[in-house]
Each structure stands twice: as structure tokens, then as C-alpha cells.
């Protein structure tokens, strides 16, 4: 027998006033079509475990390949974008956390902002496919006090990450800012509503040969087929971690006519809605 006395530290890693909160859970696996455009979420970070497959991660334009065993993390506000190898998809948990700050870094970040976003989870990472499985479990069978045990798995996900971080610290290189990046995050807060070139202009002061001109350099797409490629993304997450109608999706993100909506995704995924929800959605049991 080997016993090891555990001495609690004084003080909490958590800073005073966090209150983390655990907004989504979501399994993504063989789907060698699956990708997800340049996108931030401004109230939200990414917990993102790598149970198998591979895949590119891109964050601030940067893009970073990713196998087996990795850990991503993505602070809240960062642009990043996902794309999983057609030969070896994506076997891939996500969790999104809110409502924290730990000791010298802005609220909702875990990783410093110069950092490398992809780590390795080495011994722990049994321990973080099995925090990310039973969240999974915990929020499909809603039992009593899920949400109690839910917020304690990620608590020591985010802690066990903080713990990697100071381990395996690289700085990244430089990624391309600035206007290019102010376009992206204004089409990704407001991609569900009506746009075009013009009002982009206007908004921006710019003209919209010099707007396309600056997206298309920085993320290699112009800004109405991000929008596009944005909606149709949030679709994707809709229809498998939803219960919303085809319908409903469809006017969510920004489409009126469900017929247009569901010949768009079906270019852009090879699949109807109903028959990607069908073949990647969790199962219900």
C-alpha cells in the first residue's frame, strides 16, 4: 500500500467572484466533411480534447495540426476555425466555460494570449475524455444535481489545463491583424442578419473591392462566403446538439426560405440537415 497525504493550500486557484458556468458539451466524430469557419465567441472558452483522428485547428490565422491526445484551448474572443482530416476524422470533445479568472489573466482565458493553444495531455489525458464523457452523460440524463457534479468536472479541467500550460509554455509567431480581423468579428456577430458589400462599406469606410480584397488575403475567403460558411457551421452544431426543427435552425441562422437553407448545406456538407443530424447526432440512450 502506498499512501500520500494531501495538504490543501491555503488560497483557491480560482480568483475571488469566479463562478464558472458550463455552456456546452459537444461530441464531433467520424465526419470527414466537418469543418467549422473563422469564428470567435466573445462569452465563451474552449476546452477542446482529442480522443482520435486528426485534424487542423487554426487560431489568430495560425494553423496548428492536431492528433490523438492533444488538448486546444481556446480563450474567449480568439478567431480560430476547425477542419478535420478527410482519411482521419475528427474524434473531438468540446466544452465551453464561462464566468472565471485565474491569477494574472483576463477573465475566461486560461492560456496566455502570446501562447501555443494545442498542448499535450500526456498522463491526464484518460482523465480529461473521461470529464468530458460523463459532462456528456450528466447534461443527456439530466439526473439530480447534474449540474453540481458538471461544473466540478470542468473546474478541474480548466485547472488541470492551467497545470499543463506552465509546463509546456511556446510562444506563437505573429498572425496577420487588424482590419482583416475587424471584419471577421463584426460578419461573426452579426452573420445571421442581412448583409452585403455595401453595408459592410459603409460600416467600415473602406470599399468593398478593398474589404474583399483584405479578407480574402488574411483567411482566404471573401466576406459573404464566410457569412455563408458561418451559418451553415451553426447549423451543423444546431442539428446535432439541438432539437430544433430544420425550420427553425433555418431562420436561426439567418434564412428564410428553408428550401434555399437546406440546398446551401447540402453544397457545403453533402448531406440534407435531417440526414447529417441523422448520422452525427448523439445518441439519444
Not at 469543418?35 to 480534447?49: A, G, K, P, R, V
Amino acid at each position: 500500500m502506498i499512501l500520500l497525504d494531501i495538504v490543501p493550500e491555503d488560497a483557491a486557484v480560482f480568483c475571488v467572484g469566479s463562478r464558472l458556468q458550463v455552456k456546452k458539451i459537444v461530441h464531433s466524430c467520424d465526419n470527414p466533411n466537418w469543418f467549422f469557419s473563422f469564428h470567435s465567441h466573445s462569452d465563451q472558452t474552449e476546452l477542446i480534447y482529442i480522443a482520435g483522428g486528426s485534424g487542423t485547428y487554426t487560431w489568430e490565422n495560425i494553423p496548428y495540426q492536431v492528433k490523438t491526445g492533444d488538448l486546444v484551448v481556446f480563450n474567449s474572443g480568439g478567431i480560430h476555425a476547425i477542419a478535420s482530416d478527410f482519411q482521419n476524422p475528427l474524434d473531438a470533445w468540446t466544452c465551453g466555460v464561462s464566468g472565471f479568472m485565474l491569477p494574472g489573466l483576463p477573465e475566461n482565458h486560461i492560456l496566455p494570449d502570446n501562447m501555443v493553444p494545442v498542448l499535450q495531455a500526456g498522463e491526464t489525458a484518460p482523465v480529461f475524455q473521461s470529464c468530458m464523457e460523463e459532462i456528456f452523460r450528466q447534461r443527456q440524463a439530466q439526473t439530480a444535481n447534474a449540474y453540481p457534479v458538471i461544473r466540478s468536472l470542468a473546474e478541474s479541467m480548466v485547472l488541470l489545463a492551467w497545470q499543463k500550460i506552465h509546463t509546456q509554455m511556446r510562444e506563437r509567431g505573429k498572425s496577420r491583424s487588424g482590419f482583416a480581423e475587424n471584419i471577421l468579428r463584426y460578419i461573426d456577430q452579426h452573420y445571421a442578419e442581412p448583409m452585403n458589400m455595401e453595408e459592410l462599406s459603409r460600416i467600415f469606410h473602406m470599399s468593398s473591392s478593398h474589404i474583399s480584397h483584405e479578407m480574402t488575403a488574411t483567411f482566404h475567403i471573401s466576406p459573404i462566403q464566410y457569412q455563408i460558411r458561418r451559418r451553415i457551421s451553426e447549423a451543423q452544431w444546431e442539428l446535432i446538439s439541438t432539437n430544433r426543427t430544420v425550420r427553425e435552425i433555418a431562420e436561426h441562422v439567418g434564412y428564410e426560405n428553408t428550401n434555399h437553407f437546406s440546398q446551401l448545406f447540402m453544397k457545403y456538407t453533402g448531406l440534407k440537415p435531417l440526414e447529417f443530424r441523422e448520422k452525427y447526432a448523439a445518441d439519444p440512450e
